[in-house]
């Protein structure tokens, strides 16, 4: 359920084509095109993902098209994944050793030695007393850093800077980034409806349901084929 072939995508493909809004501004018919496609891709795919990777997918989906307009730092990207490699460097004394681990105050050394984020590190420990504040916070990800960060930091930056602090609550920090770049609808994901699933469809592939124990969907089946008998 996690494999798609390239049939599956030249047909989600030649589908937007048909769904898309036309126009004949080639501009607009472009960015429909774009639009409904990305749309598509996501909508099929999620009804084969478990809940816990929905987000996960709709996160590579927005990093993927930053990285299409060059838009995405790959240090920082790989930063975000892994909390950078320690290389041995001598660090100093960290501030806040009463809340904070020593693994979180080695990411924090390593973010200041990206380019974005150069004297990053003084900055922290002249606010440490502030970032306890948000390590205390239920809701780290709509946290204000104190300036000049708060205004300077991209989405993807703030990811790193709450990855350090409190990396238990990314998931809602991710979700403000897919929303920012891609929009609201990949961070809601698309309730099971059979219409759609139809629609999305063609005569020579079948539907195929992975039941949960439990699950019956005979009685929705039959509901919807009375429906297009109308």
């Known amino acids: 359920m996690y494999q798609y072939s390239l049939d599956f995508f030249k047909a989600l493909f030649m589908q937007a084509i048909a769904a898309s809004e036309p126009n004949d501004d080639l501009e607009i018919r472009l960015a429909n095109l774009n639009q409904e496609t990305l749309e598509s891709l996501y909508r099929n795919i999620c009804r084969s993902l478990f809940a816990k990777d929905k987000l996960v997918f709709s996160t590579m989906l927005a990093m993927k098209l930053l990285e299409l307009k060059d838009e995405l730092d790959a240090a920082e990207l790989k930063f975000f994944l892994t909390g950078g490699v320690a290389l041995g460097d001598k660090m100093p004394d960290c501030p806040c050793k009463d809340w904070m681990q020593e693994k979180q105050w080695g990411e924090v050394f390593r973010l200041n030695k990206m380019p974005a984020f150069e004297g ?102 039959e509901k919807y084929g009375e429906q297009k008998k109308k």
């Open 120 to 221: 990053f590190l003084d900055h922290f420990i002249a606010e440490h007393e502030t970032y306890k504040k948000m390590y205390e916070s239920s809701t780290p990800q709509d946290f204000l850093l104190p300036e000049p960060w708060g205004s300077k930091l991209s989405k993807l930056q703030f990811m790193c800077v709450q990855r350090c602090i409190r990396p238990d609550l990314l998931l809602p920090a991710m979700s403000n980034f897919v929303n920012d770049k891609i929009g609201e609808y990949f961070i809601v994901p698309p309730p099971f409806d059979l219409g759609t699933i139809f629609k999305d469809s063609t005569p020579i592939a079948p539907l195929i349901f992975v039941l949960s124990p439990g699950a019956d969907p005979l009685n929705a089946l």
